[in-house]
Every structure is written in structure tokens, then in C-alpha cells.
């Protein structure tokens, strides 16, 4: 059983930046898509990034490419997010998430593929 458990968010003025973190255990197997969703008040939940921790291969939504990085620390189990030019339309609950990969290792940015999911932590993105 996967258990993951974010960190890092916080309330933060329009440009700023905050990292989030995502501690993992429970593996099982040597190879997993990671996830970063986010879901606003109202809205559906948002694939944003996403990573094959085997074969590094990554994703980015449009709405923070270039602006979002996505990355692991393989010794510490920790997936992270890099926030950078955050702006208040990045508002939201953010989750980590997690699923064994698949033969192609493609992990598409699509909540039902996704197995396991943390408890969520709030990005405030003030004007």
C-alpha cells in the first residue's frame, strides 16, 4: 500500500514561489507514474505534471509550463514541485498521486489512472 504525504504549501504573493513535497512509501515495485494535481473550489481535478520516476520522463500541463518543474529524490522517496511566477489563477488543493507505471511507461495527467492519492495541501496565490 502506497502511502504519500504532501508538503509545502502555503500563501504566497503573485510572482512569488513555493516547493511542494510529496513523500512516498510503501512501494512495491521498482516503477511508478508520479502525479501533481490540483483541484479550485468548483472546479474538476487538474492534471499539472507528471513523472515516470524509472525512465524520468515528464509531463507539463500548458497552464504551468515553463513555470512548474516536477522532480524526485529517489534516496529520500520524495517527489517534489517547483512552483516559480505563481499566479492567483494557481490557486488551489494540491495533491500528489501515484499508480505502478504501465509497459510504455507513459503516465498520462488523468485522475482516474491514478491509484494512490495524499490528503492534498493548499496553494493561496494572493494579487
Known amino acids: 500500500q502506497v502511502q504519500l504525504v504532501e508538503s509545502g504549501g502555503g500563501s504566497v504573493q503573485a510572482g512569488g514561489s513555493l516547493r511542494l513535497s510529496c513523500a512516498a512509501s510503501?512501494?512495491?515495485?521498482?516503477?511508478?507514474?508520479m502525479g501533481w494535481f490540483r483541484q479550485a473550489p468548483g472546479q474538476e481535478r487538474e492534471g499539472i505534471a507528471t513523472?515516470?520516476?524509472?525512465?524520468?520522463?515528464?509531463y507539463y500541463a500548458d497552464s504551468v509550463k515553463g513555470r512548474f518543474t516536477i522532480s524526485q529524490d529517489k534516496a529520500k522517496n520524495t517527489l517534489y514541485l517547483q512552483m516559480n511566477s505563481l499566479k492567483p489563477d494557481d490557486t488551489a488543493m494540491y495533491y500528489c498521486?501515484?499508480?505502478?507505471?504501465?509497459?510504455?511507461?507513459?503516465?498520462?495527467?488523468?485522475?482516474?489512472?491514478?491509484?494512490?492519492w495524499g490528503q492534498g495541501t493548499q496553494v493561496t496565490v494572493s494579487s
Open positions: 510503501g512501494y512495491t515495485y521498482s516503477n511508478y507514474c
Open positions: 513523472l515516470n520516476t524509472g525512465g524520468g520522463s515528464t
Open positions: 498521486a501515484a499508480v505502478r507505471a504501465g509497459w510504455d511507461g507513459y503516465c498520462p495527467p488523468k485522475r482516474d489512472y491514478f491509484g494512490y
